[in-house]
């Protein structure tokens, strides 16, 4: 893989996701040997000073063996028998990871969390803060969802897709998704023997879209997520500026290879060149908060605030969308409604509405007072990768 060696040069910061393929195996549940090869893994990084976040999946089909339910629930009906199974076999999934990181003298600290975490600044700040302080004492946090109360207006969506954003919390240097699928191919090589396997790929490429499915082979009866959900989870972290790695989790001694760049196994998915890791104010505009509103733009301030890195003035508003307050995330998006950036408004909805394409000059005569000639200033501005 055309990268930088991840284990020389200082401690850097990884999150590595495990899927429920992976960690579990038929009616015996946990795959002894899988399991134990990925706590050593994990165990020989933090041994040599990296920082290390484990994002597991399991928790349910850990659930349906202890109880012997082969069969996974599904539909509105089934949902509260999937979070009852989730409380289940967390608690025991924790005590394997408890148990087998004590053999290298390290702790385990469980993270429950859901999309709201991310929504939230202030959860989103105490979030990053608990993460940190997880690493300061020595242990090994180990983040799932919170099936057990997660809806759907409250999911992340699967354990992909929370790996990017709890790198993109913590401004993670790597994220490693360890599935039973081995990489992306430019077809289906369970079907087509001249499929190959891409070694480097540009997360934001169009032409990936065609070549992701929502199909998991062998993870169909455990797990939830396909190689479309990584990709989404790619295109999350790319636009903090985190490469993303997906690889086969139960090749034994997958972590070194990958992050020492070798390219015999795994797809890595870089971001656009140029983009810059995002710091943690940044990536809660950019990606963890939920956008109340969205504000159309004309061409002349998508370029402005694209190529001179403008504020957005109410000349340049075409339209507005949402019911958003002072201070909350809006997206600015163009005249096709492709969002380029997103930002912190600087005043109510409806103010923005009665300004929309009216010069800075008569913002005062408009609202009645003049707080600054911008709708969104460019210092709470964070502009989209894929833009």
Known sequence: MDTENFL???????????????????????????????????????????????????????????????????????????????????????????????????????????????????????????????????????????????????????????AALVATLIGADRVVLLSDIDGLYDADPRSNPEARRLPVVRAFDPGLDPMVGDTHGGAAAVGTGGMRTKLLAARIAARSGIPLIVAPGRRPGVLPEVLQGTSATGTLFVPEPGVDRLVSREAWIGLGARAQGRLWCDDGARRAVLERGASLLPSGVLRVEGDFSEGDVVELVNGAGVAFARGLAISEADAVRRIAGAQSAQIEALLGYHVLDAVVHRDNLVLLASS
């Not at 590595?16 to 795959?31: F, P």
């Not at 339910?69 to 509105?76: A, M, N, Q, V, Y």
Request: glycine share 12%.
């Open 8 to 162: 020389s040069g200082g401690a850097r910061t990884l999150v590595v996701k495990v899927g429920s393929a992976v960690l579990v195996g038929g009616a015996q549940g946990l795959e002894r040997g899988a399991f134990c090869r990925l706590v050593e893994m994990l165990a020989g990084l933090l041994s040599v000073g990296h920082r290390v976040v484990l994002v597991t999946s399991g928790a349910v089909a850990m659930g349906r063996r202890k109880l012997g339910i082969l069969t996974k629930p599904r539909g509105e009906a089934g949902i509260p028998v999937l979070q009852a199974l989730a409380a289940l076999g967390q608690s025991q999934l924790i005590q394997h990871y408890e148990s087998e990181f004590a053999h290298y003298g390290y702790h385990v600290a469980q993270l429950l969390l859901t999309r709201d975490d991310f929504h939230h600044r202030r959860r989103f700040l105490n979030a990053r803060l608990a993460l940190e302080a997880v690493h300061r004492l020595g242990a090994v946090p180990v983040i799932n969802e919170n099936d057990t109360v997660a809806t759907d207006e409250i999911k992340v969506g699967d354990n992909d897709q929370l």
